[in-house]
């Protein structure tokens, strides 16, 4: 069965503490592995999409790098801005995504 | 940008009402869903649609169904309302293989 799993479930950071989120997945045939952003009482924001392992996408203080079973998605110097759920989704049917049930990332000052 | 509308932030209906979620997408994208997300639960596929008048079941579809007449509209349905169906649901657009563009969501409470 299909499945996608983030860790952990709620990350605290203080302003400028570094970390990662992870994102395994078991999908047979991925085609395509993306992560979101949301903010409370709004719907998923898109950040990145990877296809192959050993990719690499960058945006601001986020990366996200892709290997065969499992994803990252690194923050560096975080701000409070960054505060939001983020949700890894993978693709194998060209269709629907199949969502993990997030990271609830809080950046104090 | 791509704009997906929801047609209510916010609803309160009863409990065997007939509710209708409207969304519409400015995109021309083909495909078209209806997610939920509950707290621990996270997001799950309720219906998809790839074509007008085309249809699909999603992981949890009981209780709903869906309509798809026009490209840019796609309705969710839920028959006669239940307590267990209040949620925040999301409506989302792409293009095959694409990354989903969604609304800003309808939190729906079923009393």
């Known amino acids: 069965e299909d499945q996608v799993t983030q860790s952990p479930e709620a990350l605290r950071l203080q302003e400028g503490e570094s970390s990662s989120l992870n994102c395994s997945y078991t999908?047979?045939?991925?085609?395509?592995l993306f992560w979101y952003r949301q903010d409370p009482g709004k719907g998923p924001e898109f950040l990145f999409t990877?296809?192959?392992a050993g990719e690499e996408k960058e945006k601001e203080r986020l990366k996200a790098t892709l290997t065969k079973k499992e994803s990252f998605l690194h923050i560096t110097a975080p701000k409070p801005e960054d505060s939001a759920t983020y949700l890894c989704?993978?693709?194998?049917?060209?269709?629907?995504?199949?969502f993990g049930k997030g990271t609830s990332l809080l950046v104090t000052p | 940008d791509v704009k997906v509308t929801q047609s209510s932030r916010y609803l309160v209906k009863r409990t065997g009402e007939k509710v209708f979620l409207e969304c519409v997408q400015d995109?021309?994208?083909?495909?078209m869903f209806w997610y939920r997300q509950d707290p621990g639960l996270g997001l799950r596929l309720i219906y998809f649609?790839?074509?007008?008048?085309?249809?699909e079941k999603g992981d949890i579809p009981e209780g709903y169904s869906v309509s798809r007449e026009k490209k840019e509209r796609f309705s969710l349905i839920l028959e006669s309302a239940s307590t267990n169906q209040t949620s925040m649901y999301l409506c989302?657009?792409?293009?095959?293989?694409?990354?989903?563009?969604f609304g800003s969501g309808t939190q729906l409470s079923v009393l």
């Open positions: 649609s790839y074509d007008v008048k085309m249809k």
């Open positions: 990877l296809y192959s």
């Open positions: 999908v047979s045939g991925l085609r395509g």
């Open positions: 995109m021309d994208h083909e495909n």
């Open positions: 989302a657009s792409s293009e095959r293989d694409e990354k989903l563009f």
């Open positions: 989704a993978a693709s194998n049917s060209g269709y629907a995504l199949n």
